[in-house]
Nanobody, 119 residues
Framework: QVHLVESGGGLVQAGGSLRLSCAAS????????MAWSRQAPGKQRELVAA???????NYADSVKGRFTISRDNAKNTVYLQMNSLKPDDTAVYYC?????????????WGQGTQVTVSS
């Protein structure tokens, strides 16, 4: 079993910053791409940013230049630094990880952390 635990969400004013963390634990042989997605009320979940095991990144157009994804492979942890936050960034943020373990290769999801940006 693999567990992903997110932290760092909260309430912030527009223009402020937050840093999200997501730690993976459990049965992990290899940890491939890790990513952050978000889901706002009444909207579909959307990919925010992803990072490969080698450090290649990609971002949604809506967050380019404001958000930075990074990872610490020694800690099996992915981070999302969010700057210049806007009310439209309000959502539940989920991390996911592409993992290989004794069950093969699967994608695991965290429970989510709420980010609320006030205007």
């Amino acid at each position: 079993q693999v567990h992903l635990v997110e932290s760092g969400g909260g309430l912030v004013q527009a223009g402020g910053s937050l840093r999200l963390s997501c730690a993976a634990s459990g049965s992990i042989f290899d940890l491939y791409t890790m990513a952050w997605s978000r889901q706002a009320p009444g909207k579909q979940r959307e990919l925010v940013a992803a990072i490969s095991s080698g450090g290649s990144t990609n971002y949604a157009d809506s967050v380019k230049g404001r958000f930075t994804i990074s990872r610490d492979n020694a800690k099996n942890t992915v981070y999302l630094q969010m700057n210049s936050l806007k009310p439209d960034d309000t959502a539940v943020y989920y991390c996911n990880a592409d993992v290989r373990n004794y069950n093969g290769r699967s994608t695991y999801w965290g429970q989510g952390t709420q980010v609320t940006v006030s205007s």
